[in-house]
C-alpha cells in the first residue's frame, strides 16, 4: 500500500508527458502532468511532493521543446504547473497539520479513558482477572464500554457495562457509573442496592445536562458478586448481555430470571409490588470462569448476517489455562467471525476463581 502513492504520481506524470508528445495541437496531456503534483502532495510526505513538483516543471519544460512551441505557451505551461505544484505542498502542510492535531486529540482521549478506566489487577481475592477492549475503528479509541472488578468487605465485586453513545460524553457518564461503582461498592451490602444508588447517580447526572429524554440517554450493566471463598456467584443484570459461565470445556450462559431496566432510565423500580428485584445465585466451581462481554460480542455478524453466540463457539469448548487464554481465544474467534468487521466496540472481562488458593506467607 505505501507504494501506491508513487505508482499513481508515476501513471499521471508518465500518461501525461505521453499525451503531449502525440496529441494534435491545441490538445495536451497538461491537465494529467499537473495532476502528478496533485497526488503527490495528498499523498505524499512535504519532500516528496516538492520532489515531484520539481521534476514535473522539468519535464513541462522539456516536452514544450521537445513539440518546438513558443516561449509564450511554454512559460504559460510552467506557470500552470507551477501554480499547481504550489498549491498542491500547501495542501500537503495543512494535511500533516490536520493529522498532528488529531492525533493529539486521540492520545488526549485515549489518556483521558484510560486515567477513568484502567486495567483491573490480575488477582483479586481468589480469583484471576482478565480483560481486552477492541475498539470498532483503529482512529476511535474512545468509547462508552466500561468494565472494574473490586475486593470489598462483601465479596469481590464486578461490574461491565456499556454507556450509549461515543467520545467524551460517554467518557463522562463512564466516569459517573465508574465512581459510584467503586464508592458505593464498599457500603451497600447488596448488589440490589448497590445498582440502584448507581442509578440515583446517573440519573442525578443526567439531570445537572440540562432537559435530556429519560430514554435517550441509559446505561446498561451486570454487577457481579464472587464471595470470600470463591464459591458463590451472584448476579444482577440491568439490561446488559448475559454472563457466561465457562468450565470443562462447556460454555453455558447465565440469562436473568427476570429482565431488569438498564441503569439512569430515570423510570424507577418497576417491580411489581410485593415482589423483590430477583438475584441470580449460581455456583462458581474451582478453575471455573465467569466471561462478561458487551453487545460488540453479542451482536457479532457475519457476512450472511448471522449473530455470534459464544455457547455454539467450538473454540471456547475447550480448558484454559488461565483467563488471559480465554480473553485471546473469544477476541480472535469473533475476528474471524466478522472477519475484522466490528460494528461497535467490544469489551471482554473474565474472572476465574483458581483450582488452588494462594497462601500468605
Request: hydrophobic share 45%; aromatic share 10%.
Given at each position: 500500500m505505501?507504494?501506491?502513492?508513487?505508482?499513481?504520481t508515476a501513471l499521471a506524470l508518465v500518461v501525461?508527458?505521453?499525451?503531449?508528445?502525440?496529441?494534435?495541437e491545441p490538445y495536451t496531456g497538461l491537465p494529467l502532468l499537473a495532476a502528478a503534483p496533485l497526488v503527490a502532495g495528498a499523498t505524499l510526505s512535504f519532500r516528496s511532493a516538492l520532489a515531484v513538483v520539481c521534476v514535473t516543471c522539468v519535464v513541462s519544460v522539456a516536452v514544450d521543446i521537445e513539440r518546438e512551441r513558443p516561449a509564450t505557451p511554454l512559460f504559460v505551461d510552467l506557470a500552470v504547473v507551477g501554480l499547481i505544484g504550489v498549491l498542491a505542498l500547501g495542501v500537503n502542510l495543512l494535511m500533516v497539520r490536520q493529522g498532528r492535531d488529531l492525533a493529539l486529540a486521540r492520545d488526549v482521549a485515549e489518556a483521558v479513558q484510560r486515567a477513568v478506566l484502567p486495567d483491573p489487577p490480575r488477582e483479586v481475592g481468589p480469583l484471576d482477572v482478565a480483560a481486552g477492549y477492541t475498539a470498532a475503528h483503529a482512529e476511535a479509541r474512545i468509547g462508552?464500554?466500561?468494565?472494574?472488578?473490586?475486593?470489598?468487605?462483601?465479596?469481590?465485586?464486578?461490574?461491565?457495562?456499556d454507556v450509549r453513545g461515543k467520545g467524551m460524553a460517554a467518557v463522562a457518564a463512564v466516569s459517573v457509573?465508574?465512581?459510584?461503582?467503586?464508592?458505593?461498592?464498599?457500603?451497600?451490602?447488596?448488589l440490589i442496592t448497590l445498582a440502584e444508588r448507581m442509578d440515583e447517580a446517573l440519573a442525578r447526572e443526567a439531570a445537572?445536562?440540562?432537559?435530556?429524554?429519560?430514554?435517550e440517554g441509559f446505561t446498561t450493566a451486570l454487577l457481579a458478586e464472587v464471595s470470600a471463598d470463591?464459591?458463590?456467584l451472584s448476579l444482577v443484570n440491568r439490561g446488559h448481555p448475559p454472563p457466561y459461565l465457562v468450565h470443562d470445556g462447556r460454555c453455558t450462559r447465565l440469562d436473568p430470571t427476570a429482565p431488569q431496566l438498564p441503569l439512569g432510565v430515570g423510570l424507577g423500580d418497576l417491580t411489581p409490588a410485593g415482589s423483590a428485584v430477583p438475584v441470580d445465585v449460581v455456583r462458581l466451581p474451582p478453575g471455573a470462569s465467569l466471561l462478561l462481554v458487551t453487545d460488540g460480542?453479542?451482536?457479532?455478524?457475519?457476512?450472511?448476517?448471522t449473530f455470534y453466540d459464544p455457547v455454539f463457539s467450538g473454540r471456547l469448548r475447550r480448558r484454559f489455562k488461565d483467563p488471559e487464554a480465554l480473553v485471546d481465544a473469544l477476541t480472535k474467534d469473533v475476528g474471524r467471525w466478522t472477519e475484522g468487521e466490528h460494528e461497535d466496540d467490544m469489551a471482554i472481562l473474565?474472572?476465574?476463581?483458581?483450582?488452588?488458593p494462594h497462601h500468605a506467607v
Open positions: 505505501a507504494k501506491v502513492p508513487w505508482i499513481l501525461g508527458v505521453f499525451l503531449d508528445l502525440i496529441a494534435p462508552g464500554d466500561f468494565f472494574a472488578v473490586q475486593e470489598t468487605p462483601f465479596g469481590v465485586r464486578v461490574i461491565i457495562g457509573a465508574i465512581g459510584a461503582f467503586r464508592q458505593e461498592a464498599e457500603y451497600d451490602p447488596t445537572r445536562g440540562g432537559p435530556v429524554i429519560s430514554t470463591g464459591e458463590v460480542v453479542t451482536e457479532a455478524r457475519d457476512s450472511r448476517g473474565v474472572v476465574t476463581r483458581r483450582r488452588r
